[in-house]
């Protein structure tokens, strides 16, 4: 079994920044992936950013210039970082990682419970 257990959500003004952590724990092979994702109510959840082992990083468009990345693969932690933040990104923030159990298992996407970001006017 893995557990993907998150923090640092919280009330914010527009403008301010918030650091979101995220931490897996568990039967863990290896990680393929990392990323956060964030559901508004009433929308679809979307991807915020997400990391591969390969080493690259994408961003959402909304998010690009604001948010940053940062992950550890062999802590299999992964944070992010908010600043300028915006009421738009008032949401549920999830983690999600992608992850091995074994050399003989497949790709599973293990999620948080999620963690709330509101931002205020």
């Known amino acids: 079994q893995v557990q993907v257990v998150e923090s640092g959500g919280g009330l914010v003004q527009a403008g301010g920044s918030l650091r979101l952590s995220c931490a897996a724990s568990?039967?863990?092979?290896?990680?393929?992936?990392m990323g956060w994702y964030r559901q508004a109510p009433g929308k679809q959840r979307e991807l915020v950013a997400l990391s591969t082992s390969g080493g690259t990083t994408n961003y959402a468009d909304s998010v690009k210039g604001r948010f940053t990345l940062s992950g550890d693969y062999v802590k299999n932690t992964l944070y992010l970082e908010m600043n300028s933040l915006k009421p738009e990104d008032t949401a549920v923030y999830y983690c999600?990682?992608?992850?091995?159990?074994?050399?003989?298992?497949?790709?599973?996407?293990?999620w948080g419970q999620g963690t709330q970001v509101t931002v205020s006017s």
């Open positions: 999600k990682h992608t992850i091995r159990s074994s050399s003989l298992s497949p790709r599973d996407d293990y």
């Open positions: 568990g039967r863990i092979f290896s990680i393929n992936a």
